[in-house]
């Protein structure tokens, strides 16, 4: 489901999505306030938000409806230039990619099939920002291990089996840039460090799952 607030911006994502045949569109919104009501109504599998800012109602951190919305349908994000909070508080939220507003249907249908999958896709930019712990938002708490995917579990067992990322990225069909992506966004997510202290996290907290 697309939601784009500019006409323009949406008759030509509605154009492009359209010449993917594996791709069904199933409603398109000039208003980011009415993606929950359709949302429920149509029961889409990926949401795709184009946001002019990151001060647009569902895009701003707090902004209203979003973690609710995006928690229980992954999303795809057009942004430019998002801050590194503003970043840090989508991916909590439950955004699975993260890309430019000029990015084309390549790259838009491997942030769908990156979300669809439980995986996350970020521009190299975005990317660049959560090499390093990005700090928990004030008064808004890290994602626990509860809160990971089924998908991002198995790339963190497979950390914690000492697999390399190339070889995960083989073994789970995926881009190594994806993977990196998702190991990235999961530190960020669970506030650690670096992929060694999110396997710890993960040993310490769930011991039966990583043996």
């Known amino acids: ?32 306030v009415a993606v929950a009501q359709y949302a429920a109504q ?25 973690p609710q919305i995006i928690n229980s349908v992954p999303a795809v ?3 430019d230039e998002p801050s590194a909070d503003w970043t840090a508080h ?23 099939q990156a979300a669809h999958s439980g995986l996350v896709l970020l521009d190299p930019g975005v990317t660049l920002n959560l090499t390093s712990r990005i700090p ?11 809160d990971l995917t089924a998908r991002e ?8 089996e000492g697999t390399e990322t190339a070889e995960i ?9 994806t993977i990196k992506n ?9 506030g650690l460090r670096n992929r060694t202290h999110a396997v710890a996290f993960a040993l310490r907290r769930a011991p039966g799952v990583f043996v």
């Open 1 to 32: 489901m697309l939601a784009a607030a500019s006409t323009v911006r949406r008759a030509g994502l509605e154009a492009l999505l359209k010449k993917a045949p594996l791709l069904e569109l199933a409603g398109s919104l000039h208003s980011p």
């Open 42 to 66: 149509l029961h889409p599998d990926v949401l795709l938000l184009d946001l002019e800012n990151e001060h647009q109602s569902i895009g701003s951190p707090g902004g209203p409806g979003l």
């Open 77 to 79: 994000t057009l942004i």
């Open 90 to 112: 989508a991916l909590r939220s439950g955004v699975r990619a993260i890309l430019p507003r000029d990015s084309g249907l390549e790259e838009i249908l491997a942030g769908v």
């Open 136 to 146: 928990t938002q004030a008064g808004q708490p890290a994602a626990g291990f509860d």
């Open 153 to 160: 579990i198995e790339v963190l067992r497979m950390l914690a």
């Open 169 to 177: 990225a083989q073994r789970l069909n995926y881009s190594e840039r």
């Open 182 to 190: 998702t190991i990235y966004a999961m530190q960020s997510r669970l």
